[in-house]
């Protein structure tokens, strides 16, 4: 078990306000949680390394939900604990299956939780916990005290952010409708998550955002699904891997040779970059989301993978009025970088609904 480790944005000095939220990013390589208040303030944060298997992974899950309660104290009121895991998500029942690189080839991993805990269990596929935990940062509506995500004011300071000028002019951001916000993960894979007025969209099959394999790109390079031309074939880390091999961080070597004038270096740099611009107009034409978060390893690029995409944007703008009228760069966000994004959209995912769920997902006490 690694030490506890405070995260500088936690909050420890305040006390603790309502209900407390656990969520708990279970990933390939690490299991990371954190523990927020009812007013949205980080109390504590732990990280453990990932032992595979169903056992394995539900015993350091617990070991970590006791763990980040140790530091939170004994005036917490109701605890609920949000879990995301890779796989596909069975999120009304709590079951995973096909978490491959956990070692999970199926799991009730939300009711078992609950029933060692006592606790509400809610498990999500870690992308859309990602995309909820980005969202509510692009709405600046965590660790600022007496806001929500619901509340109006929140949703004023999310407008008044969307209609700053942008570098181009006034931000293009929808001011009707729903709010929608799209975050696209980029890392060893592509997926998409939808949040729509602060909820994951799950869609009929759980399917939804799953946009690494629509099979458009011209390459036609192999893909693991089966199909050729896979969006993740060109735009994902596995992709920048790959097309740009044999460095540890493919991407910003990529864009640092690329700029020096590197001729194969400037070809796979447009390979990537239209791949993901493709990735984000196909969001932004399905979805129309207010805001496009880019996330995930290769989003940790920074400010030359956002330049990148707006320059591949900025192409196709300049051949349709259409495209152009969308003002998509103007939509773009980085997810924040210093942030356990993943972790938070788990917590923030842990408390909704926590009264109306099976009981086999419903704790009573945790066992003290
Ligand atoms: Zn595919």
Known sequence: MAASTPHPEAD???????PISLGIDIGGTKIEGVAIDGDKRLLACHRIPTRKGNQAVHDDTVTLIHHLL???????????????????V?????????????????????PAVAKTTGLPVRVEN??????????????????????????????DQARRSASEP?????????DQGDHVVAFINLGTGLAAGIIREGRIEHGASGAIGEIGHISVDAHQFPCKCGQCGCLETVASGAAVETLWPGIAHPLPDLIAQAS???QHAKEVQDIIGHGIALAVQIVALAIDPAVIILGGGM???????????????NKSAACSHFIASLRLPDRLRLAPADLPIAAIGAALAGRMDADSRPSELIGKEIAS
Do not use: F, Y
């Open 70 to 88: 140790d530091p939170v104290g004994l005036n917490r009121g109701p605890v609920t604990v949000g879990l995301g895991i890779p796989g596909r």
């Open 166 to 174: 942008g570098r181009d002019g006034p931000r293009a951001l929808p």
């Open 299 to 313: 989003s940790k690029t920074g400010q030359p993978l956002l330049d990148l995409v707006t320059e591949h944007l």
């Open 126 to 155: 870690d992308v859309n916990i990602a995309a909820l935990g980005a969202a509510s940062q692009a709405d600046n509506t965590l660790i600022a005290p007496g806001t929500t995500p619901h509340s109006e004011a929140a949703r």
């Open 12 to 18: 420890t000095d305040s006390v603790q306000a309502g």
């Open 260 to 262: 020096k004038g590197n």
């Open 90 to 110: 069975d999120a009304n029942h709590g079951i995973v299956d096909d978490a491959v690189n956990l070692g999970i080839r199926h799991m009730a991993l939300g």
